[in-house]
């Protein structure tokens, strides 16, 4: 039997592939209504409670004193991962870590924590580290600048502890500089509790593009995702300051009575 390929109905292949589009259409819009609904619910001055930071790390700082970050229990406190070769990739994290400090210059219940990916055995130490914080302009003790003899342990402490995910070599020929790290900030509250995670350099990538977009379409101007994506980072920046301030207000971990 010879088997010839069937004929295909261009109007059935357009309606099939309507259909699928359709679907797909759908199928995000319950997406997006389930997410919507889901942040109305919430407090959106309230940040969740992700998990308990359960190990301690002791570490040497940009003045070479051995600090403990259990000592910052009962303070409110971020942690950012830095790469004291790689400043600029960071950019984004550590704008917003400085930009913190600042805005809390004057409450001594707000502590920032630089945490190296390389640590003394890679030949990051106090000199680095002090470099890294004058290149930066950051001046204050309640800025921990922080290395260990373990670069094993410090990566194991970003990703586990802090979760804010892993460092790895790139590849040759990738661009970039030598480590791909995380460019988020953890929010840790009294007790310890890991709060949130923020990654400012995803929200403004993604407010770039809104910006494009609208710039090649000036209509998506009245579009309510565009406008709020062209705002996205001053939007992430809004609600980390609630966030801090809810959880400077607490009373007991997720109240303020």
């Not at 199928?27 to 409670?49: C, M, N, T, W």
């Not at 004057?106 to 890679?122: K, M, P």
């Not at 070599?169 to 995670?197: N, T, Y």
Request: with cysteine; glycine share 6%; charged share 30%.
């Amino acid at each position: 039997m010879d088997l010839e390929p069937a004929e295909r109905n261009p109007a059935e292949l357009r309606r099939t592939a309507f259909i699928l589009v359709a679907i797909m259409i759908i199928g995000a819009g319950f997406v997006l209504y389930a997410y919507r609904k889901h942040e109305q619910s919430q407090d959106p001055k309230r940040p969740p409670i992700v998990a308990k930071i359960s190990k301690n790390l002791a570490a040497k700082n940009q003045h070479n004193q051995l600090v403990s970050l259990s000592e910052l229990e009962g303070k409110v406190w971020f942690a950012a991962p830095i790469c004291v070769s790689q400043l600029d990739e960071n950019q984004h994290a550590l704008a917003m870590m400085k930009e913190l400090w600042q805005h809390y210059s004057d409450n001594d219940q707000v502590r920032f924590v630089f945490l190296s990916i390389e640590g003394a055995d890679q030949g990051v130490e106090a000199e680095e580290l002090m470099a890294a914080m004058k290149s930066l302009g950051i001046d204050d003790d309640r800025c921990w600048f922080l290395t260990t003899g373990d670069t094993g342990k410090q990566r194991g402490y970003i990703k586990d502890q802090l979760r804010l995910g892993l460092v790895i070599e790139r590849k040759e020929g990738e661009a970039g500089g030598k480590w791909k790290f995380p460019s988020e900030i953890a929010l840790i509250d009294r007790k310890m509790h890991l709060r949130q995670r923020y990654d400012f350099k995803e929200i403004y990538q993604a407010q770039e593009m809104a910006k494009q977009k609208v710039a090649a379409d000036p209509s998506l101007k009245d579009n309510e995702e565009a406008r709020f994506y062209v705002n996205a980072v001053e939007n992430q920046k809004a609600k980390l300051l609630k966030h801090t301030d809810y959880v400077l207000s607490e009373t007991r971990t997720g109240h303020v009575d």
